[in-house]
């Protein structure tokens, strides 16, 4: 199985900070990395897929990049409702794997 | 709209197997590249992919969970069947269902969870 690594794996910040998560495979994956957020209680939420596409109604202040093993997700102008966990997921090899996750909260 | 729905017990005793059923609106299992996964989560844990049924009936299960993971669908009644056998109370967590689309630029999508389901697994 392929594991992804997160890091760091929490991170405080401020309201209007820019914010960079990144997500490591064991072994290349090309693109097929996806991010998701979840908060307390609730389902994960697809944010970025394929790297850098972001999924529909998703704010741009959401990105992604990388290719192969290494990756981030950038948050800029961060907002109150994006404080959560954030967990990247590799879909290249089954059985696909989630990072064990960054939790962003307020400085 | 996409929505997903799991069912099934709150509490199951070691060594009893857990069925889950996921119950689904908004597509169809009989579309080319449409699926379903089971993903769980431990209190305070990453999320951990179980399995997942593709629409031509293809089935793929967790490496470590294999043996103990059956998934199933109808078709019809837009439903998808998770059993999981010989329960422990290490199995304890919120058991989600999710529409997931199969295609060229990103493998497996998940891009449609249900609220999820707790079980927990105790004598």
């Known amino acids: 199985d392929i594991q992804m690594t997160q890091s760091p794996s929490s991170l405080s910040a401020s309201v209007g900070d820019r914010v960079t998560l990144t997500c490591r495979a064991s072994?290349?994956?090309?693109?097929?990395l996806n991010w998701y957020q979840q908060k307390a209680g609730k389902a994960p939420k697809l944010l970025i897929y394929?790297?850098?596409l972001l999924q529909s109604g998703v704010p741009s202040r959401f990105s992604g990049s990388g290719s192969g093993t290494d990756f981030t997700l950038t948050i800029s102008n961060l907002q109150p409702e994006d404080f959560a966990t954030y967990y990247c997921?590799?879909?290249?090899?089954?059985?696909?794997?989630f990072g064990q996750g960054t939790k962003l909260d307020i400085k | 709209q996409v929505t997903l729905r799991e069912s099934g017990p709150a509490l199951v005793k070691p060594t009893q197997t857990l069925t889950l059923t996921c119950t689904f609106s908004?597509?169809?299992?009989?579309?080319?590249?449409?699926?379903v996964s089971w993903v769980r989560q431990a209190p305070g844990k990453a999320p951990e992919w179980l399995a997942r049924?593709?629409?031509?009936?293809?089935?793929h299960y967790s490496t470590s969970l294999k043996a103990r993971l059956t998934i199933s669908k109808d078709t019809p009644k837009n439903q998808v069947v998770l059993t999981m056998t010989n329960m422990d109370p290490v199995d304890t967590g919120t058991y989600y269902c999710?529409?997931?689309?199969?295609?060229?630029?990103?493998?497996?999508?998940?891009?449609?969870w249900g609220q999820g389901t707790l079980v927990t697994v105790s004598s």
């Open positions: 999710a529409r997931t689309r199969r295609g060229a630029v990103a493998g497996g999508l998940i891009d449609h």
């Open positions: 908004g597509f169809s299992l009989n579309i080319n590249g449409m699926c």
């Open positions: 049924i593709d629409w031509d009936d293809d089935r």
């Open positions: 072994q290349s994956i090309t693109t097929y």
């Open positions: 394929a790297t850098s």
């Open positions: 997921q590799q879909t290249y090899s089954l059985p696909d794997t």
